[in-house]
């Protein structure tokens, strides 16, 4: 007899912090754990938000994979807001599973819900799998050129 996975992508919530935590550190390893509580103050911030979305892939209630979701307003293209993916992440051991597709597939649906004309998101990686990744989620590598700086 099968077993059913208890699977939900959902809004992340203050109590979701330590594992939130545990994988951005695999997604930043050299990041400084903070210690003042200026991060759980912004994860408190963040999910008060109604343009900023933190949101989880979880089995029964254990978080999996995330991303964060910007919703920017926009006085072009109708009026219409667009979004922002960032910190997209999926557990190491689970990484190549299709959690992250499943990721993205619902992250996309919730922002087309909300009306946006477009979704962007840049990846600092490298692989071609990453790459590949993004593609395969309906993202196009070539439609824009992106430019990053930084202070200093």
Request: aromatic fraction near 12%.
């Amino acid at each position: 007899m099968a077993s059913t996975v208890d699977r939900s992508f959902r809004r992340l919530v203050e109590e979701d912090f330590d594992q939130l935590m545990t994988l951005y550190r695999a997604l930043q390893p050299k990041d400084p754990v903070l210690t003042d509580g200026s991060d759980q103050r912004l994860l408190a911030e963040i999910t008060q938000s109604q343009h900023f979305f933190l949101f989880g892939l979880f089995e029964t209630e254990y978080l999996l994979a995330s991303t964060y979701v910007n919703i920017i307003p926009n006085l072009t293209r109708s009026a219409s807001p667009y979004a922002v993916i960032e910190n997209v992440i999926t557990k190491p051991s689970l990484q190549n599973t299709g959690l992250g597709r499943e990721l993205m597939a619902c992250t996309l649906s919730f922002i087309w819900e909300r009306g946006c004309y477009k979704a962007m998101l840049m990846t600092g990686s490298k692989k071609e799998s990453t790459h590949a990744f993004y593609r395969a989620c309906g993202f196009n590598g070539t439609a824009k050129t992106g430019y990053i700086t930084y202070p200093g």
